[in-house]
């Protein structure tokens, strides 16, 4: 589990990493008073650095900044998943494929886009 505290040592956001086939992101989350702060940015940041293969992670549908958010780190839509939370919003698989440039890059930005 990775945490994101604040000055003085308080927990205030958290991501929960399950490996597998490459990593799938369970949960992340920012205390409501610390959002857009980039604790979360921040959080995934840490996660890719060290990840070697695939992450993938859901977001709801309707979670445009969210999404937005993991869209700027290179994630992509894989799949829809109908009706997944309780009250009937779809979610989202998100992927990032690993770099395969080699440069180890966590900004969102690979090889290929950067060339274009």
């Known amino acids: 589990m990775l945490v994101d505290e604040t000055t ?7 991501l929960l990493p399950v490996a597998g086939d490459g990593v799938h ?10 959002r857009r702060e980039g604790r979360a940015t921040r959080l995934l ?14 977001v709801a549908a309707d979670n445009d900044a ?18 997944f939370y ?14 395969d440039s080699g440069s180890g890059r966590t900004d969102g930005v690979d090889q290929t886009d950067a060339e274009r």
Do not use: Q
């Open 66 to 83: 969210a999404r937005r958010l993991y869209e700027s780190l290179g994630f992509r839509p894989t799949a829809r998943r109908p009706d």
């Open 25 to 34: 992101v369970a949960e992340l989350v920012v205390h409501p008073a610390h």
């Open 45 to 58: 940041r840490r996660l890719l650095t060290g990840a070697h293969g695939r992450v993938t992670l859901l």
């Open 8 to 14: 003085d040592g308080a927990v205030v956001g958290y």
């Open 86 to 99: 309780d009250d009937g919003t779809d979610a989202i698989l998100l992927a990032r494929e690993p770099d």
